[in-house]
């Protein structure tokens, strides 16, 4: 089973533009992470899609690979398909370009799914974790997800699910956490596919792969991701990446 870790790289970011060029203790955060995922020894191969030549020019020229999208994209799903389209591949694994800490044992766990699918049931495996105060689980910006009994995914909203009509039932609110591992062939159904209409609504890639009767595992995990969404958030890495390093 081969397993591409694809990095999608878009040099202008909204809330912290530029930020993936950003130096983090003598590297750049992008150059950071896919060092981060290549030593993690858990793909064949290490990629970063990119609409940047800047981006692309760090990656190649510090002896990684990177793929320049020829597309204007609306979803990281989209960029790696590009990417990957002429790759021989069976699993590929979206690492998030602005996260140089990466858990190892998540991304093993990701991979594991498809290690014990013998039937090829499940087409994506997804992470997810508990949401502990009533100000993350009210807050749109964080996408939850309900699952069925086996941990598959039922519905993704940026509404409170499941809503407690019953308070003496205690039933958890999970975040989704946008770490995905596809199929290749299920991802490339999606960059073929037109956004679908719960997709279009709610803003969640994702939900189109439900309403296309795909299966998504989630998986639990306690380790809570570290982005780099702002100039603060690039400071608290560096102090956290010196004292990796102390």
């Given at each position: 089973m081969k397993k591409i870790a694809v990095i999608?790289?878009?040099?202008?970011?909204?809330?912290?533009?530029?930020?993936?060029?950003?130096?983090?203790?003598?590297?750049?955060?992008?150059?950071?992470?896919?060092?981060?995922?290549?030593?993690?020894?858990?793909?064949?191969?290490?990629?970063?899609?990119?609409?940047?030549?800047?981006?692309?020019?760090?990656?190649?020229?510090?002896?990684?690979?990177?793929?320049?999208?020829?597309?204007?994209?609306?979803t990281g799903s989209d960029r790696i398909a590009e990417a990957v389209e002429n790759y021989e591949a069976d699993i590929i694994i979206n690492v998030q370009g602005d996260e140089p800490f990466t858990n190892k044992a998540d991304l093993q766990k990701l991979i594991e799914v498809f290690e014990?699918?013998?039937?090829?049931?499940?087409?994506?495996?997804?992470?997810?974790?508990?949401l502990k105060s009533e100000k993350d689980v009210q807050n749109p910006n964080n996408v939850k997800v309900i699952t069925?009994?086996?941990?598959?995914?039922?519905?993704?909203?940026?509404?409170?699910?499941?809503?407690?009509?019953?308070?003496?039932?205690?039933?958890?609110?999970?975040k989704h956490i946008g770490i995905y591992a596809f199929r290749k062939e299920a991802l490339l159904d999606f960059y073929n596919q037109s956004p679908t209409p719960l997709e279009l609504v709610e803003?969640?890639?994702?939900?189109r792969y439900l309403e296309h009767g795909k299966?998504?595992?989630?998986?639990?995990?306690?380790?809570?991701?570290?982005?780099?969404?702002?100039?603060?958030?690039?400071?608290?890495?560096?102090?956290?990446?010196q004292g990796a390093n102390d």
């Open positions: 999608p790289a878009r040099f202008e970011a909204s809330r912290f533009p530029g930020k993936l060029m950003k130096d983090l203790c003598g590297k750049s955060v992008i150059l950071r992470t896919y060092e981060a995922a290549l030593n993690t020894k858990l793909f064949d191969q290490v990629l970063v899609a990119t609409d940047s030549d800047l981006i692309y020019k760090e990656i190649v020229e510090n002896g990684g690979e990177a793929v320049m999208s020829h597309k204007a994209h609306d014990k699918d013998v039937e090829k049931e499940i087409s994506l495996a997804s992470l997810m974790h508990e069925d009994l086996s941990g598959n995914a039922l519905y993704f909203s940026r509404s409170v699910i499941p809503f407690t009509r019953d308070e003496s039932v205690k039933q958890p609110v999970y803003k969640i890639e994702c939900i299966k998504i595992k989630m998986i639990k995990t306690n380790h809570l991701s570290i982005g780099i969404d702002t100039p603060e958030d690039l400071e608290n890495a560096r102090l956290r990446f």
